[in-house]
């Protein structure tokens, strides 16, 4: 059994988005539009959000790479009425079912975080865009709920590869786009369960904190404060 975690170092974000980008090619998020950013209805598996510590004038302002934190005990599904949002026990991944999303958006007011993205149209994809799409991850219409899967499909396919040569998987062979182009190295993924694993050691050090930890939602997604590098 594993459990599929994320380190996120602030000291070394900078915030370029690459991680932004990466993520809508990986997952063929489709692309927006001014009228559809003005209307708030553009759609992001990740986004930078703004954080302020402290108080006026002493406040410092940061940015930090804000995705779904698949919890460990996840609200979004406790409201699903249909099953189309799920827990996996075996990876500690939340996972979601477009077909059986019928777009009541309980998910979405549940999930403390609102990183559960609607599409409220059809997504208008420039046929140009339409070469690059990855046939690992279906394309979502509207209606429905979609978010950050922590690129679960790299993971089967490295389960096949990795079954097909008679052997376990080995760290490092399953890594999410966002983390593999990271360059500053700010994301660091893996088994959380796995004591010596970098995420692992990572995600015990005194800079890591976790959003809303208070309401015990218990996110597998950890954040270095920034400051002191030890």
């Avoid at 549940?110 to 799409?133: D, H, I, K, M, S």
């Avoid at 219409?141 to 079954?163: I, M, N, P, S, W």
């Avoid at 208070?214 to 400051?227: I, N, Q």
């Amino acid at each position: 059994m594993s459990r599929w975690g994320m380190v996120i170092d602030l000291n070394r974000c900078t915030a370029c988005q690459g991680c932004v980008s990466a993520c809508h090619e990986e997952n063929n998020v489709p692309p927006s539009t001014p009228d559809l950013s003005a209307m708030g209805r553009s759609i992001r598996w990740i986004d930078m959000m703004p954080v302020q510590e402290g108080e006026y004038p002493h406040a410092t302002m940061s940015v930090l790479p804000m995705m779904c934190q698949h919890c460990e005990h996840p609200p979004c599904i406790k409201v699903c009425p249909v099953g189309a949002t799920f827990f996996s026990e075996e990876e500690g991944i939340v996972g979601q079912i477009y077909p059986r999303c019928i777009g009541c958006r309980y998910c979405t007011t549940a999930c403390p975080y609102t990183v559960r993205q609607f599409n409220w149209f059809e997504p208008a994809v420039p046929e140009t865009y339409l070469e690059g799409t990855n046939p690992d991850v279906s394309r979502r219409y509207k209606g429905v709920v979609e978010k950050c899967t922590l690129c679960h499909h790299r993971l089967q396919k490295a389960r096949d590869q990795a079954r097909a040569e008679g052997r376990d998987l080995l760290p490092g062979e399953y890594t999410p786009a966002c983390v593999e182009v990271c360059p500053t190295d700010a994301m660091v993924f893996g088994d959380l369960e796995d004591r010596e694993s970098e995420v692992s050691k990572k995600s015990r050090s005194k800079r890591a904190y976790r959003l809303l930890e208070d309401l015990g939602t218990e996110p597998k997604v950890f954040y270095l404060r920034e400051g002191n590098r030890q």
